[in-house]
Nanobody
Framework: QVQLVESGGGLVQAGESLALSCAASGTIFRINAMGWYRQAPGNQRELVAATTSGDRTNYADSVKGRFTISRDNANNTVYLRMNSLKPEDTGVYYC???????????????WGQGTQVTVSS
């Protein structure tokens, strides 16, 4: 069983910074990608940033230049550094993992429990 534990988040003012982290545990054979999604009230969940096993990164246009995703492969942990936060960044941020557990030949998508990020104007 693969589990994701998120930490970070909170309430900040516009222009400030926050950092999120997400640690994956369990019997993981291979991780294909790790990333962060967010969901604002009334909106669909959207991709914020992702990183693949080849260290390629992908960002939503709205966060390019402000957010940085990184990962610690040794500890199966992904981070999201968020600078110059804006009120529109407010939402629940979910960690995402595409991984193959040791007990399977297939790749599955796993989700963290979500952490609230609120940016006040």
């Amino acid at each position: 069983q693969v589990q994701l534990v998120e930490s970070g988040g909170g309430l900040v003012q516009a222009g400030e910074s926050l950092a999120l982290s997400c640690a994956a545990s369990g019997t993981i054979f291979r991780i294909n990608a790790m990333g962060w999604y967010r969901q604002a009230p009334g909106n669909q969940r959207e991709l914020v940033a992702a990183t693949t096993s080849g260290d390629r990164t992908n960002y939503a246009d709205s966060v390019k230049g402000r957010f940085t995703i990184s990962r610690d492969n040794a500890n199966n942990t992904v981070y999201l550094r968020m600078n110059s936060l804006k009120p529109e960044d407010t939402g629940v941020y979910y960690c995402n993992l595409d991984a193959q557990p040791r007990s399977s030949h297939y790749v599955y998508r796993y989700w963290g429990q979500g952490t609230q990020v609120t940016v006040s104007s």
